[in-house]
């Protein structure tokens, strides 16, 4: 938020933030390789913990053996999935808030360097 502010209050004052120079700076180039390395896996292993239940149910039995009583581990997997996706929401919560701290780090850099757009 503290970012759009300071983007609201420079543009009013028609000095904007020249964000070519800040895609162009090395930190900023860094950051989005760091964002990069986490999403993308964290991404492929939803996708393949999401899609392997209905892969499972349709192609092999394993998962209806029981495993406490009538409780299958379909079950099981489905209930999994919730917690896994709880889990990984927080997590993505708890990193992008220090993405987005970095991000304005950058810019401020990049203002006290003279970033303003002309």
Not at 36 to 62: E, G, H, M, N, R
Request: net charge positive; aromatic share 16%; proline share 3%.
């Amino acid at each position: 938020m503290d970012a759009e502010k300071k983007i609201q209050a420079n543009e009013g004052e028609n000095n904007a933030i020249d964000y070519v120079r800040v895609a162009n700076s090395s930190r900023f180039k860094t950051l989005m390789q760091e964002r990069k390395k986490f999403i993308v896996p964290l991404t492929v292993f939803f996708l393949l913990f999401y899609f392997l239940l209905p892969v499972l149910t349709s192609y092999t039995t394993f998962l209806n053996t029981p495993v406490i009583g009538d409780i299958s581990w379909v079950w099981l997997f489905a209930f999994a999935q919730f917690i896994m996706t709880w889990v990984l929401c927080t997590v993505y919560v708890k990193k992008a808030a220090s993405f987005d701290r970095q991000a304005e780090e950058i810019i401020s850099e990049e203002l006290k360097k003279g970033g303003k757009a002309s």
